[in-house]
């Protein structure tokens, strides 16, 4: 299994911007797919974005031009800089891998345990 941990939360004025790590315990190379979710309170958990291996994009349409996700292979790390926050993006944010390519979170293999985004004035 891989040990995901993320970093990078804070709060932020709306506006504002944040850039999310996750750093993984072992190579990230050979892993299909690298995932940002969020969770607010009360709601269902939500793909962001995602990227594959082979460098392929994926976004929520509500954060398409804010967010920008990528991956640093050699680092084994993945990042999610975020432009223009809202406060609807107040959530924790969790970074999770999957070995196969797939959008389905139960298909997901390992998860990180979060890092909390608030948007607030």
């Known amino acids: 299994q891989v040990q995901l941990v993320e970093s990078g939360g804070g709060l932020v004025q709306p506006g504002g911007s944040l850039r999310l790590s996750c750093a993984a315990s072992?190579?990230?190379?050979?892993?299909?797919?690298m995932g940002w979710y969020r969770q607010a309170p009360g709601k269902q958990r939500e793909l962001v974005a995602d990227?594959?291996?082979?460098?392929?994009?994926n976004y929520k349409d509500s954060v398409k031009g804010r967010f920008t996700v990528s991956r640093d292979n050699a680092k084994n790390t993945v990042h999610l800089q975020m432009n223009s926050l809202k406060p609807e993006d107040t959530a924790v944010y969790y970074c999770?891998?999957?070995?196969?390519?797939?959008?389905?979170?139960?298909?997901?293999?390992?998860w990180g345990q979060g890092t909390q985004v608030t948007v607030s004035s």
């Open positions: 999770a891998t999957s070995k196969v390519f797939t959008t389905d979170p139960n298909r997901y293999d390992d």
């Open positions: 990227i594959t291996s082979g460098g392929s994009t």
């Open positions: 072992g190579s990230i190379s050979s892993l299909a797919v």
